[in-house]
């Protein structure tokens, strides 16, 4: 505990620095599809509360840095605004309301769009530099009492496939057990020289995770090794974009199965993390990190930019996802209630357009709360999940 409140300053400048330029880019694929249709936009802000900083361009946007560093938004005019105060006569563009539904649709999805774009380009950059090194996976050690030990795993096994998918990295296998609590996995594994079929099936355990946080998380209980260098695949830029775009795929499917298992209770909701959580993630590294006294500056540095990149893609990824749930405050849910104008003619009714929002919001807010403690128990504020 006296670790975490001493080293405030760290996590606020993590959080603010994660979820600052993830949220900018968000808010920022908004403005240019709104740019797009002609929208008049009253103001860009990084930031809220008062400006520190702002000027105005050409089309009368005002373009602000704002005192409180969280964040972003973008301010479209409505109609009504220009005629009630000349402040905003110099607005170029219509009111967003004047726009057809689907132009309406895609200025919403513009800003999950731009989450995944973000998330493929740091992908993409990062195959680019290091390439996709390929590796057989060996299992090294099964906990007794353990999924996996039930099952028939033993040490030495190499792990080929599960559930269809190649596994060519610690990683891989990882990545799918997490995400498939009390769900039967079929491992393909290499015993010797024959190849053999097992059914695992990873149950939910509190335990220490890869940064250090005590968290509900899906194991199976043994531990790999890359016990075998195969190959690793070089790729050009535009290679590596390809690649980036499935990795973002992948990372979007795994929030789904996530999502599902959560709703469906195969998954703790502690599973998820909020802003809280984020910040401490990014404490932790650059803790980890600046503590490797073998390293020089300079590889410090490196190692802490391609480590903050990695998980501000995953960030930007779950920000992308997560404003496309049909929450009415949300954009999934300004995609539904455009897509409702566009089948009948007409908007929403304003009092259920009112109700569903007030409805989202009390919602939102319940899952902020449960979010956020669950995140503030991580950090090991009151004794657990110290680090």
């Known amino acids: 505990m006296d670790q975490i409140l001493s080293q405030g300053p760290l996590f606020i400048i993590c959080l603010v620095f994660m979820m600052g330029i993830v949220v900018v880019v968000h808010e920022f694929g908004h403005y240019l599809a709104a740019r797009l249709y002609g ?31 969280l964040g972003g938004f973008v301010s479209f005019l409505p ?16 009111s967003f309301d004047d726009l057809k539904p689907f132009p309406k649709i895609v200025v919403s999805l513009a800003g999950p769009f731009a989450n995944f774009v973000l998330a493929t380009l740091v992908f993409a950059l990062a195959f680019g530099v290091f390439g996709s090194p390929k590796y057989e996976v060996l299992v090294t050690s099964v906990a007794d009492d353990m999924p996996a030990k039930e099952a028939g795993l033993m040490p030495g096994d190499i792990i080929r496939q599960i559930d269809g998918r190649n596994i060519l990295s610690g990683g891989d296998a990882t990545m799918l057990i997490l995400v498939s609590p009390n769900r039967a996995m079929n491992f393909q594994i ?81 599973a998820m993390s909020g802003p809280v959580g984020v910040g401490d993630i990014s404490r932790r590294v650059v803790n980890r990190i600046m503590e490797q006294q073998e390293l020089t500056a300079w590889q410090k540095t490196e190692q802490l930019f391609w480590m903050l990149l990695s998980v501000c893609a995953a960030v ?54 449960v979010i956020t403690w669950g995140d503030v128990l991580e950090t090991g504020l009151f004794g657990r999940g110290g680090g």
């Open 79 to 94: 109609a009504s605004a220009r005629d009630a105060n000349d402040q905003y006569a110099s607005v170029i563009g219509k």
């Open 39 to 69: 929208v008049a936009i009253e103001s860009f802000a990084v930031g809220f509360g008062k400006p520190m900083a702002e000027i105005r361009d050409k089309r009368g946007t005002r373009w602000r840095v704002n005192w409180v560093p």
């Open 190 to 270: 290499e015993r010797g020289e024959a190849l053999m079929e097992l059914s695992v099936t990873p149950r939910e355990i509190v335990r220490p995770n890869e940064f250090g946080q005590v968290v509900p998380q899906s194991t199976a209980g043994f531990s790999l090794a890359h016990s075998k260098f195969i190959e690793r695949v070089r790729y050009g830029p535009i290679g590596a974009v390809v690649a980036g775009t499935a990795q973002t795929g992948r990372t979007i499917d795994q929030t789904v199965k996530m999502l599902s298992r959560i709703v469906t209770g195969n998954m703790s909701v502690h």
């Open 316 to 369: 930007s990824v779950g920000v992308g996802f997560f404003n496309l749930l049909p929450l009415p405050v949300l954009d999934g849910g300004r995609v539904v209630f455009h897509a409702y104008e566009a089948f009948t003619g007409s908007k929403l009714p304003s009092q259920v357009e009112a109700f569903a929002l007030r409805a989202s919001v009390f919602l939102l807010l319940l899952m902020v709360v």
